[in-house]
């Protein structure tokens, strides 16, 4: 089975920075073992110009066999002869999808080190699988791929025997797409789609697996049409998989709302109040504590990392004490939301010029962070690997370095208080961690001290005498030059190798 990735460049940004995307070196052929047979990584042509980057794979029908999955169906009497020759070997299926995970791990993630910002950023794109199995046709085809983004989804039937037109197509398609997406969005879409074009999958289908398509569906399957279908193909109709999968994305759904803060579960009035009023939203109540911070603090040019889609911008831009105000996020589609929230293109020159959004991983040193008055991390650390949190640790603290520090972050022990919320789960079902309140103040002592600022502790929401708030929020002050440095605030970009290092 064969697949292709192909992009266009100038000599400024010359395509062969796929190969830099991928980690695989356009000038090499590399090979790589799957459970399945080998799979082959390899560029037919690599110019500034053009660079097309191919991914074939080489099934062996018996270590299929013998793992139990290449059987035929049924009882007839050729299933033992269909274990053996069957289209496993050459038209794109979950194989495939397995082989990207091996051959792309990096790529799928986002990742990568040498070229932080290209990959964050979205750029044109042409995908070639020859021989896709299609249990919908394509219409599905179109169906699926279509609502992500891509500005062409061509999807042509292929014929059973061009010598025979009147036996009619085969279930497998051509698939094209084009469109500037970013790589890592555009092979994610392909992990999940192509199992669940061939409906079928070479491996059994175990609980992790929602937590593989949620990772994988991460800012797209949400809203996402056809999800539900998605959702039961991809975990092969297991239904309680499926309604798992589906509830944790109504959550991520209801996250990403225009009327919503981040943390859904946060958000949620509750319905045991005694009183008629309705109570405040902890997202309001959260903002509201930010904003005091920021004013008890003296400062007029604050950066919102972690932005989303720009509630705090906006509650920032309503107050003329707040000259310059910039949000990032690594999510173009949260800063386009932000951007429609904000008017940005109706917005007078004037009061335009106090707010900027960028795009940026917080992971990464930007030198353009460099020298504000305070940052605010509201909801942001959770949804960060722990082992890449000390890489956001040094950009923010070390290499950024701004006067004051707002961090909030859900306390996990007052989750026992939310009804509607499963014991066991998060608050959100991209949380990597939930902290205690003991964890939190750990966390926050150890990088006050690394970077030499003190730290406060400001409970956020009804303080539970038991359990306490339902929020926690970190101020961070400046004190001193950060442990081991000479004073002078380094403003270059900083790998994450370094910002280990650090």
């Known amino acids: 089975m064969f697949l292709t990735i192909s992009t266009t460049g100038t000599p400024e940004r010359p395509a062969t920075d796929l190969g830099f995307l991928l980690h695989k070196h356009p000038e090499k052929a590399q090979t790589f073992s799957t459970s399945h047979g080998v799979a082959h990584v390899f560029y037919p042509e690599a110019s500034a110009e053009r660079c097309t980057a191919a991914l074939l794979l080489e099934v062996d029908p018996v270590a ?80 699926l791929f279509g609502p992500l983004g891509w500005s062409g989804v061509q999807a042509r039937p292929v014929p059973l025997d061009e010598r025979f037109p009147e036996w009619g197509d085969s279930r497998y398609v051509q698939l094209v797409l084009e469109g500037e997406l970013r790589l890592a969005d555009a092979l994610r879409q392909l992990y999940v789609l192509l199992p669940v074009l061939d409906d079928a999958k070479h491996y059994w289908v175990a609980p992790d697996e929602v937590d593989k398509l949620l990772r994988a569906g991460e800012g797209w399957l949400a809203d996402h049409p056809e999800q539900k279908l998605i959702t039961s193909r991809y975990l092969s109709r297991r239904r309680g998989l499926a309604r798992q999968a589906m509830e944790r994305l109504e959550l991520v759904r209801l996250a990403e709302s225009d009327d919503l803060a981040v943390e859904s579960i946060d958000n949620a009035v509750d319905e045991t109040a005694d009183t008629e009023e309705r109570p405040v939203p902890l997202a309001v109540r959260r903002r509201d504590a930010i904003l005091a911070a920021l004013t008890a603090a003296g400062a007029s040019r604050v950066l919102d990392l972690g932005c989303g889609q720009g509630q705090l911008v906006q509650a920032l831009l309503k107050d003329p004490r707040y000259t310059e105000i910039v949000g990032v996020d690594v999510s173009m589609r949260a800063l386009t939301i932000a951007s429609r929230r904000l008017r940005l293109e109706r917005m007078g020159e004037r009061q335009a010029s106090r707010v900027t959004l960028r795009q940026g991983s917080l992971a990464y040193t930007d030198k353009r962070l460099a020298g504000y008055d305070a940052a605010v991390l509201s909801e942001v650390v959770e949804h960060v690997d722990l082992p890449r949190l000390p890489a956001l640790e040094y950009a923010v603290f070390g290499a950024a370095r701004p006067r004051t520090v707002l961090v909030t972050t859900p306390n996990v022990e007052y989750n026992v208080r939310w009804e509607t919320l499963p014991a066991g789960h998060t608050r959100h079902g991209d949380h990597r961690f939930e902290w205690t309140r003991a964890e939190f103040r750990a966390w926050a002592e150890r990088v006050a001290g690394r970077y030499g600022y003190g730290v406060e502790f400001v409970p956020v929401g009804d303080d539970d005498p038991e359990v306490g708030p339902p929020t926690q929020m970190a101020v961070f002050t400046t004190t001193a030059s950060p442990r081991g440095s000479t004073g002078r605030t380094d403003t270059t970009d900083t790998t994450e190798k370094e910002a280990d290092a650090a």
């Not at 066999?65 to 049924?74: Q, T």
């Not at 044109?124 to 896709?132: G, K, Q």
């Open 64 to 143: 299929l066999v013998r793992r139990g999955k290449g059987k035929g169906r049924g009882g007839a009497p050729d299933a033992a002869l269909a274990q053996y020759v069957n289209d496993r070997p050459y038209a794109a299926s979950s194989l495939l999808s397995t082989a990207m995970s091996v051959t792309f791990k990096s790529a799928l993630r986002g990742d990568c080190k040498a070229m932080p910002e290209r990959a964050a950023a979205p750029m044109p794109l042409r995908i070639e699988v020859p021989a896709l199995p299609a249990r919908g046709g394509a219409e599905l085809v179109r169906k």
